[in-house]
Structures are given as structure tokens and as C-alpha cells.
């Protein structure tokens, strides 16, 4: 057997308050409210019923408040996922640092991505009377939005909806400033040639897709072309087999942007099997700035997704002052390491 | 602007169902409980009263009815930290699942050990009357139990309340098992000498301390002596520059077991800066089973701390049959991989 009751412990009822100060239960509850000067009542009665609240450990019932209010306080993280990536802790670490400053809980829920849990999800919290709603993806992507959701106040984290005018406020990561600022990096180091990527921008995910336009978008401007593509997948075994590949049909890259962490780190392993030296011989450069970034050897260099920022600034808006619809782009910023150098003398 | 109303869509009201089913209200409100038998409402009625609240998109006010059953259908996680671990969101997950298996809601909060914070936001959680409590840790340790939790339903999650005999449920991983597995893993495999720890079992965390005694304790039986501890923290340029150290002072371990798998990627590093192979030279096992742990090459071999199940399992614990408080012991599974091979012949 638990050793807990069933029921929680008897908490203080306002009518205690009242009678504990000497005073009406109306005026208790006025001070309580933080009315006192509208009701014009003294200071003295204030004190009085401020520690007699202290007292008993007064707390009131907001659940009984909320049905004349209409306001919990509580706000609902829908996510399709929260354990894939193991980051998204850092979005939902972000999300309750704002949640928490507005004076807000935090409920999570998690739909795999299937619209029935996601229905059943959604009338669930709206019993409970949630307040407000962050539509969470874990992948920046296209989305729609579920229609109990639709008119009430939302924010969309990391993902967006697909109309011709913006409904809702959306907060996602600058993906293409990201490209841009990777491709600028390597003509900043003096590269000119033999610049590769390796991922798979053709998959349909929005990331690579908007990281490439801003690389060649970058590189041009400079007059210089992407020189290929290594194609894989988003994980290091796939990366390791497709650069050993390449680099045993000839390949001789000078700079490697790799569409994430995880794929330079298979990168890396490809180069090192095969004598060449980063950054002397090759640079590599990538995007996420997982923790990963900074125990490879040498240190890589890689443009953080800031997941934390995203969520924060999801509740913030959702939480602050009314926001015209529309996206937000939060900048992804740099971490320079030392994995980019000038290009080796031919 | 918010192109959302400052007010929810109306809800359907009760009344509403049993006018448009022709009822009293307090018919519609047996039907909507399930009460048909014992108040014997026809089952004629029961139908039409169930069309209604379908026709009415009618759902009951969770928060009202809360106030008469005490009973939210909502839990709380309550955390030291969500973030500073990437694998808490597998631990969140696992509770997730739980919940919502058993028709329950999760809201997580989390206190960054603060004891000011965290009686405020457990105030907060029962200002909105959650039903029952996980008091999380995200590094497996001995806590106090803060008071208002103690007379409420509450299980512990990866943390332990030091007391002669125990007053609530915690689920802890096996650490020592872990131990005794890791160093049964090197003996099966014919290592009996050079046998090294990497890490600081010394500095007061619960994990270390359980895994050195299991390693010990298992060597022991087979009249095996860990021939020494290199010493660092549980970052990977530490474990580096410590195993980087040792070789170049002479060490020459036939095995190292390293205390997670970010110091074993720091061991990986150093020894192949140095030269030595794995496993053919030098066999390394690890704890954890992060996800690095399948991109080194070669893989490494890991016992797993399972978070997922942790969180799935305290969350049961809590929302299942009620249990006796003390101490369960959730198994590290071992994940055989390549990093272990026989020992090299002198």
C-alpha cells in the first residue's frame, strides 16, 4: 500500500482566512485579489489578512477560480515527437524557462504523428481548459494545423503552415542564413575549389533543402561553384560508407559542408581512414552544433540549431503581447572551432 | 493581432444535450457517466442522449467535475533538470507513454535543484490539483523528499530517499548489476589482466560508486585484480588527455572499462593517436548506450541505461495497483558490439 491518503490534505478555505483576520470573507477575498485600493480597504486589514493567508498556507483554488476566469494558467506543448532527437529537451528546457517567467505550467503531449492520438490529444487538454498551445515539430517542416487548434491562440514551433497569408505566428530556425553563412566561412578561409556537400538535399526535408539554397546562393556571389554532392543520409555510418566511397573513386575534396553533425562525424572518420588531415588537407565544416561538435578531434566547426531559443521564444510570443501572424527566424549562430583552414597549397 | 478570440469557442452544455435529446438534465448526466444500470435508464434513452452529446461535439467540463471528483487525471514531473542530459527527453517519453495509457496528462516542471523554485512550482501543480507527482532526477542520487509531496501519491524517479526503512516507490537503474556485467563481459571474453577503470568513481556520484563495486566484486570471483583507475571526469577531452597521459607514462592495458560512453570516446581517440587498435590491442567496454556508442568505430560495447523504460515504469508504478514503497531495480541491458574481443597474445 501507498503511504498517501486518497484524498490530499485539507487545505485552508478563504471563509479560514477571513475569520482568522476578523473580517468579512468579501473583503479577504478583495486584499487576496490584490483589490485593496479599488475596495479602499486599509492597510492594517491588508496585513491582517496577508498573514493570516501565510498562516494557514492558504492557497486558493485555482481550478475553482479558472471556472469563473476562464483562465488556468496552463499552457500545452503538442510535439509529433519529444524522443527522436535527443535535443528536443533543450526546446522543451526552453519552452518552460518562458512558461515559468509568465507565471505558467507546462503541459507536454506527443502525437507519433498520427491525427487521432493528435484529436484525442487536443480535446483532452481542452478539458482541462489549457489556455494556449505551441504546436511543436521536431523537424522543420510543412504542417496543418489540427482545427480544434485553429482558433485559438497557437504559436508553431519549428514548423509552419502552408497559405498563401500567414494564419498564425511561426518560430523557426534560419536555415538559409545557416547555408549562407557556412558557404561564407570557406571563401572567408580562401576556398575556391573542391567544395563538396555531403547529405542528401533531395529528401524532402526542409533543413537540407533551405541549407543549399543559401550555400550556392553564397558561393555564387563569389563566383564559385558547388563542385558535388556526396550523397547520404542523415546518420555517420551512412556518411562514413558514402566519403570512403568517394574518396577511394578519386574524389579530392578541399572542404566538406556536411548537412549535420552526425554526418561530419562519419566524415571525419572517412578522412582519417584515409590519411587525409583535417583542416590541413581538408575542412569540414557543418550545421546543429551538437554536443558531438566539440569532442571530435579537431574540434568542428558548426552552426548551432538553437533549440533552447526556439522553444523560449515560442512561449514568449505566444505568452507576450499580441503577434501579428507571420514566420520568425531565429538566427542560427556560428561555433568556430577548428575544423576550417585555408585551402592546402596544389 | 491574434486572429483568435480573447474567449474559447462555447462549449455545449449539459443542459443543452438533454434538451436536445428530450431529457432531464440529470438523465443526460447518468447517461454521460455510464450510470444507465443502476438509475435503469432505458437503453432507448441511453442512445439518444449519446446521439445528442455526439451531435453537440459535447464534452464534459473535466475542471468542474474535478472540483466534486478531486480527481484531474493529471500528472506532474517534477524535474532537477530536463536539459542538461539529451537522453531526459527518452525519459519523458517512457512517462508520456504510461500516461496516456492510463487516460492521464503530464505536466513537467523542472527546479535546477533550487528548493525556493521547486516549492513554488509544486504549489503551482497543486493549486491545479494534480492528482499524483514523479520527483525526477536526472543523475541517479539520494534526495529529501520536499514535504508538501510526502502525504501525496509520488513515485521516485532515478533518486532515492535515504531513510532505515523506505516511505515511498523508486525506480533506480541497476548500477551495480551494470558492474558486475561489464566485468563479466572481460573475463568471458579471457581477459584477467590490464585490466583498467576509466573515470572518477570517487567523486560522490551514485552511479560510479555502484558500477566500481559490481566491476570489483565480479573480478573478485574470478580471482582477478583491477589493476588501476585512470583517473578523469566524465567528458570526453578529459578521458582523452588522462588515457593520452597514461600511455605515454607506460601503461599498457589489455582492457579499459570506461564509466560512460563520452569518456570511452575520449579513450577511443587516445588510443588511436597512440597507435593501439580496438579490440585487437585493447578491449574497452562502457556504460550508457548513448548513441555515440554505435557511431564509433569500431562500436562500442555498452550497458544501457534505460531512460525510456525508467520513465515509462515510474509513471506505471505510480498509476497502476498500489505498491509497497521501496526500491526497484530496472536491468541495464548490455548492448554487444565490436570493442571486445580476447585478450592479445604477449
Redesign the interface.
Known amino acids: 500500500?501507498?503511504?498517501?491518503?486518497d484524498?490530499?490534505?485539507q487545505r485552508a478555505t478563504l471563509l479560514q482566512v477571513a475569520q482568522r483576520a476578523g473580517v468579512s470573507r468579501s473583503t479577504a477575498s478583495f486584499v487576496l485579489a490584490g483589490r485593496h485600493q479599488d475596495m479602499r480597504i486599509s492597510e492594517e486589514t491588508r496585513l491582517r489578512v496577508l498573514r493570516a493567508a501565510q498562516e494557514l498556507d492558504y492557497?486558493?483554488?485555482?481550478?475553482?477560480r479558472?471556472?469563473r476566469t476562464?483562465v488556468?494558467k496552463?499552457i500545452a506543448l503538442i510535439s509529433d515527437?519529444?524522443?527522436s532527437?535527443?535535443?528536443?529537451?533543450?526546446a522543451?528546457?526552453g519552452s518552460?524557462a518562458a512558461a515559468?517567467a509568465h507565471g505558467h505550467?507546462?503541459?507536454?503531449?506527443?502525437t507519433d504523428g498520427d491525427p487521432v492520438v493528435e484529436e484525442r490529444?487536443i480535446?483532452?487538454?481542452?478539458?482541462?481548459?489549457v489556455d494556449a498551445f505551441v504546436y511543436a515539430s521536431m523537424f522543420t517542416r510543412y504542417v496543418r494545423l489540427p482545427r480544434p487548434l485553429r482558433?485559438?491562440?497557437?504559436v508553431l514551433l519549428n514548423c509552419l503552415v502552408r497559405s498563401a497569408r500567414p494564419?498564425?505566428r511561426s518560430i523557426v530556425p534560419d536555415e538559409l542564413t545557416a547555408g549562407l553563412t557556412a558557404a561564407r566561412t570557406l571563401l572567408d578561409a580562401g576556398h575556391r575549389k573542391g567544395i563538396y556537400l555531403v547529405g542528401n538535399p533531395g529528401n524532402g526535408v526542409f533543413a537540407s533543402r533551405e541549407r543549399l539554397t543559401g550555400i550556392k546562393e553564397e558561393l555564387a556571389t563569389a563566383g564559385v561553384r558547388l563542385a558535388g554532392i556526396v550523397d547520404c543520409n542523415w546518420w555517420?555510418?551512412s556518411a562514413?560508407d558514402a566519403v570512403c566511397r568517394a574518396l577511394r573513386d578519386g574524389l579530392d575534396p578541399k572542404a566538406l559542408i556536411c548537412l549535420n553533425d552526425?554526418v561530419a562525424?562519419?566524415a571525419y572518420?572517412a578522412l582519417r581512414e584515409a590519411g587525409r588531415s583535417i583542416p590541413d588537407q581538408v575542412s569540414v565544416i557543418s550545421f546543429d552544433d551538437?554536443?558531438?561538435a566539440a569532442?571530435l578531434?579537431p574540434q568542428l566547426t558548426s552552426i548551432a540549431l538553437p533549440h533552447?531559443e526556439l522553444g523560449r521564444h515560442a512561449v514568449e510570443t505566444l505568452l507576450g503581447p499580441?503577434?501579428?501572424?507571420g514566420i520568425t527566424r531565429l538566427t542560427m549562430p556560428i561555433r568556430r572551432r577548428h575544423s576550417v583552414a585555408k585551402p592546402a597549397v596544389e
Open positions: 500500500m501507498w503511504n498517501t491518503p484524498m490530499p490534505p492557497r486558493p483554488n485555482l481550478m475553482a479558472s471556472l476562464k488556468t496552463t515527437t519529444i524522443a532527437d535527443p535535443y528536443a529537451g533543450r522543451i528546457h518552460l515559468v505550467l507546462l503541459f507536454i503531449g506527443e490529444l480535446a483532452d487538454f481542452l478539458d482541462r481548459q482558433e485559438r491562440p497557437v494564419t498564425h555517420p555510418d562514413y552526425r562525424f562519419g572518420q551538437s554536443e558531438l569532442w578531434r533552447y499580441s503577434a501579428e501572424p
